[in-house]
C-alpha cells in the first residue's frame, strides 16, 4: 500500500526521486532541499487517459444543456428525433481532426453519436 511522506523541515509532500549515481530510490521535497532514503523500492503511478468518445460519457443529460449549440439538421440515426445539441471534440492532439458530437434531445433516447 502507497503512503505519502512528508517533509520533515517544511511539511509538504515528498515526491520520489532517483538517485541516479547509485540507482537509489529517495525522497525529495520541491520547495527545500531535504531528501530522505526511501524505505520501499516501488513506485506506484496510475493514469487515466480519456479518450475523447469517453469524455462525452461522463456528463450526463447534456441534451438540457441551454449553453449548447442546437441543430435541426442531423436527425438522430437511432429515433429519428429532429433536435440534436452539439459539441466539438475536446481533444487536443494534432494529428486529431475536428469532431463534432451530436446527443439526441429526446428525452427517452439520449443517444449520443458523432459527425462523420
Known sequence: ????????????LLYPREKRSTRELM???????????SQNTCIYRHEI??????????????????TLPRT?????????HAEA?????????ADTKMTLYYVCCNKTC????TSA
Open 1 to 12: 500500500m502507497a503512503t505519502f511522506r512528508y517533509c520533515s523541515e517544511c511539511n509538504n
Open 72 to 80: 435541426n439538421s442531423n436527425p438522430c440515426p437511432r429515433c429519428g
Open 85 to 93: 445539441v452539439f459539441f466539438q471534440s475536446q481533444s487536443r492532439a
Open 49 to 66: 487517459v480519456h479518450a475523447p468518445s469517453e469524455q462525452t460519457m461522463v456528463i450526463t443529460d447534456l441534451s438540457s444543456d441551454p
Open 110 to 113: 439520449q443517444h449520443r453519436w
Open 27 to 37: 525522497f525529495a521535497c520541491r520547495n527545500c532541499n531535504h531528501i530522505e532514503p
